[in-house]
């Protein structure tokens, strides 16, 4: 139901955009993320949206270089990542929340996509 897409290889300052297309119901009225996963680490938590897109939060880690947005007529989620580094490569995974209000650990999370993979080379 959850779409990840916008994943690949890109030099370490570049930029890449990732999107969520969600499909067979409507998460308008859901909260959505983005979490990853680098080999060999835990899923960790990168950003996170409220329902309306009107209340936005990010780990530290990627906060002024990445911005998370949504179009909820298109049902769908972006990750707009800038000034990339090699740690953050990993997949990437869209997560949506049954609640208008966003969270920041995978298990508040109801409903994933199957992951993009984002490898930055140094």
């Known amino acids: 139901q959850l779409q990840a897409s916008g994943g690949g290889l890109v030099q370490a300052g570049g930029s890449l955009r990732l999107s969520c297309a969600a499909s067979?119901?409507?998460?308008?009225?859901?909260?959505m993320g983005w979490f990853r996963q680098a080999p060999g680490k835990e899923r960790e938590f990168v950003a996170a949206?409220?329902?309306?897109?009107?209340?936005?939060y990010y780990a530290d880690s990627v906060k002024g270089r990445f911005t998370i947005s949504r179009d909820n007529a298109k049902n769908t989620v972006y990750l707009q990542m800038a000034s990339l580094k090699s740690e953050d490569t990993a997949v990437y995974y869209c997560?949506?929340?049954?609640?208008?209000?966003?969270?920041?650990?995978?298990?508040?999370?109801?409903?994933w996509g199957q992951g993009t993979l984002v490898t930055v080379s140094s």
């Open positions: 997560a949506a929340r049954s609640s208008r209000l966003y969270g920041a650990t995978p298990s508040e999370y109801h409903y």
């Open positions: 949206i409220s329902w309306s897109g009107g209340g936005t």
């Open positions: 067979g119901r409507t998460f308008s009225g859901y909260a």
